[in-house]
C-alpha cells in the first residue's frame, strides 16, 4: 500500500433530526455489515487453513516476528479472500475505467479537492491531541486552498511550505494510551484492529456532522463525494491483493500494519 495506516475507501455528510443524521456514516456501516456477511466462513465446516504457515517453520526458541494479536483469524481470512475478488473483478476494473476516462492533470485536481474536505478530521484529531501547531497549519491550508487554490482543487499551501498534518482518531486513542485490540481485515476496507475501527467510526461521524458536506445538507452531493472517494483512494494505493510475491502475505500485511500504526503513534506523541 501507498501508506499502509490509511483505511482503505469510504467517507461522509449529515441531516436533521433522527433520519437525517448519519447519511454517509449509516451507508458505511451497512457497507461493512453487508460485506462482512459475506466473506464470513461457514459454519457448517471447518475454515481453510493457509497451505503454509510462517508459524510452523519458527524453530522452537526462537521470537516469532509477525506475532500479531489475531483472535478471529477465521473471520479475518475470509474477510481477505472476499477483498480479494472484490477487489480484482469489481473495484479495480471501476478504477481503471476512471483512470482511462480521467486525463492524469484532472486526477490530481480531483485528489487535491477531496484532501481539502478531509481536512476537518485531520484538524479535530490534532486539536485533541493538544498539538496546535498542527491545527493551525491545518486550518491555515484549508483557508489558503478553498481560496487561493480554487475549492482546493490546487494545493497551494503544500508550495508554501504548509505539509498537511494527517490524523485520524485512531492515532489520537493511541496517543492516549489505548491498545490496538486483535487485528481486524475489514471487508472492503482492508487492514485494521478494534482501536482503529471505532476511530473509522468517530471519523466518518465527524464530517458527517461537521465537515464541509454537512453545511451542504444534500444527498446527492454526499452521495457523490462517497462515490468519488472511494474511487480515488483506490487509484492513489498500487497495493494489489496477491502480488506481493509471498506465500505469507497475509501475515506480512498484519504486521506491517501494526508496525506502521506503532510507528506513526509514536509520532503524534513527538509533535506535541
Not at 474477510?79 to 469489481?90: A, I
Not at 484532472?106 to 478530521?121: K, P, Y
Not at 465537515?211 to 454526499?222: I, S
Request: proline share 5%.
Amino acid at each position: 500500500m501507498k501508506k499502509i495506516a490509511d483505511h482503505m475507501p469510504c467517507s461522509l455528510s449529515r441531516g436533521k433530526g433522527t433520519g437525517g443524521g448519519g447519511r454517509f456514516l449509516v451507508p458505511l456501516l451497512l457497507l461493512v455489515l453487508l460485506s462482512a456477511c459475506s466473506s464470513m466462513p461457514k459454519v457448517t465446516g471447518p475454515v481453510e487453513p493457509p497451505l503454509r504457515r510462517y508459524e510452523d517453520l519458527v524453530k522452537p526458541g526462537q521470537p516469532n516476528m509477525l506475532d500479531v494479536n489475531d483472535s478471529v483469524e477465521g473471520f479475518n481470512r475470509g474477510s481477505y479472500r472476499f477483498n480479494y475478488y472484490f477487489d480484482e473483478y469489481l473495484y479495480r476494473p471501476v478504477v481503471r475505467g476512471y483512470e482511462f476516462i480521467m486525463p492524469n492533470y484532472l486526477e490530481d485536481r480531483v485528489s487535491d479537492a477531496l484532501d481539502n474536505l478531509g481536512e476537518i478530521t485531520n484538524l479535530t484529531n490534532n486539536l485533541m491531541q493538544f498539538n496546535l501547531k498542527g491545527a493551525g497549519v491545518t486550518v491555515s491550508r484549508f483557508v489558503i486552498n478553498s481560496t487561493i487554490g480554487i475549492g482546493g482543487l490546487w494545493d497551494q499551501a503544500k508550495k508554501m511550505g504548509l505539509k498537511r498534518q494527517t490524523e485520524d482518531f485512531g492515532l489520537t486513542l493511541g496517543h492516549y494510551g489505548t491498545g490496538s485490540g486483535t487485528y481486524l481485515m475489514l471487508p472492503v476496507l482492508g487492514a485494521s484492529n478494534v482501536r482503529d475501527t471505532a476511530g473509522l467510526v468517530a471519523d466518518a461521524a465527524t464530517v458527517d456532522y461537521i465537515g464541509p458536506l454537512a453545511w451542504l445538507n444534500d444527498n446527492t452531493a454526499t452521495y457523490a463525494y462517497a462515490g468519488v472517494y472511494a474511487v480515488d483512494r483506490r487509484h492513489r494505493t498500487p497495493f494489489r491483493y496477491r502480488q506481493t510475491g509471498s506465500p505469507f502475505e497475509y501475515e506480512l500485511i498484519r504486521t506491517l500494519y501494526t508496525m506502521k500504526r506503532d510507528y506513526d503513534i509514536e509520532q503524534t506523541k513527538e509533535k506535541k
